[in-house]
């Protein structure tokens, strides 16, 4: 089976082209595919499937094998894929992914060619909770904003929770000194969230700049989320702390994330890379 290895900002996945190959068992081909010590590493597993509605359609597996919805730093890197390997004409600067989420537009940037960067349109950021609405996860009050685009997520505001800061357990910037990999799991699978939710944890610079990191169900702390990144610029916008278009620093890279406030869409701009390509046979593995 060929592969392709592809991240934005850190987020990475393993791609596989099913113009061209077969997978029979998604979820369990992820599990063994994103091992990092067994396989070949990553986030999580994306096919790229024929669809009839779009250029292509983007089926997206977590880490745990479980099935995402949408994933912003997966699309982008889809998009130069089906430019970048003549899936679609390679003069095309708007190409279209379809997704458990609904049919999403991308806008390319190239150089050399090749595409560098991408503009998505994400869809409309809708509130799903109180804004904010209290919360208690691991013995902690807390307040978050709760927003749908495709995924859930839940947006946690450092400056709304001044309890954070009982969690750690050095001195250190606070942002980098929170120990998700003890809480993470806790604010994951909270009742709250019957199937389970993404948590963002946002240090505010200025309205324009905020500094993030993010717990993604089914996959643990990641690099980057772009899903994520436009919920919490969409809760700043909605919450009165962020102007309507925010630079975004993630552990992997910086998005930009734009909320138009009409129609409610958030528009997220961001890099994409081709790490590497190869064959393997997930019998082996």
């Not at 029979?24 to 063994?32: G, I, M, Q, R």
């Not at 869809?123 to 927003?147: H, Q």
């Not at 129609?263 to 064959?279: I, Y």
Request: proline share 5%.
């Amino acid at each position: 089976m060929r592969f392709t290895k592809m991240h934005g900002c850190g987020n990475d996945y393993v791609y596989v082209n099913c113009f061209e190959e077969t997978v029979s068992d998604p979820s369990s081909l992820a599990v063994k595919l994103a091992d990092r010590h067994y396989g070949i590493g990553g986030d999580g597993l994306i096919l790229i499937e024929p669809s009839d509605k779009a250029d292509a359609y983007m089926h997206m597996f977590n880490l745990d094998g479980s099935e995402g919805n949408m994933c912003g730093n997966g699309i982008r890197c889809v998009a130069k894929y089906i430019s970048d390997h003549g899936i679609v004409p390679a003069d095309r600067d708007t190409v279209t992914v379809d997704t458990k989420s609904g049919v999403k537009t991308i806008d390319l940037t190239k150089e050399n060619g090749k595409v560098a960067s991408a503009t998505v349109d994400m869809g409309v950021a809708r509130p799903d909770s109180e804004m904010p609405e209290k919360i208690t996860v691991a013995g902690m009050d807390l307040l978050f904003y709760g927003i749908d685009l495709g995924n859930p997520h839940a947006v946690y505001f450092l400056e709304d929770n001044d309890v954070l800061m009982s969690t750690i357990e050095k001195y250190g910037d606070l942002l980098p000194s929170l120990p998700l990999e003890k809480i993470g799991p806790a604010f994951e699978s909270h009742p709250r969230f019957p199937d389970k939710v993404n948590s963002e944890f946002i240090d505010i610079v200025s309205r324009q700049e905020v500094n993030f990191r993010v717990w993604e169900r089914g996959s643990g702390e990641t690099l980057a989320c772009g899903t994520g990144a436009s919920a919490a610029a969409a809760a700043g916008f909605l919450a009165g702390k962020l102007d309507s278009e925010v630079l975004i620093h993630l552990v992997g890279g910086d998005l930009r994330i734009r909320y138009d406030e009409e129609s409610g869409h958030c528009f997220m701009t961001g890099p994409a890379t081709e790490v590497f390509s190869g064959d393997i046979d997930p019998d082996e593995l």
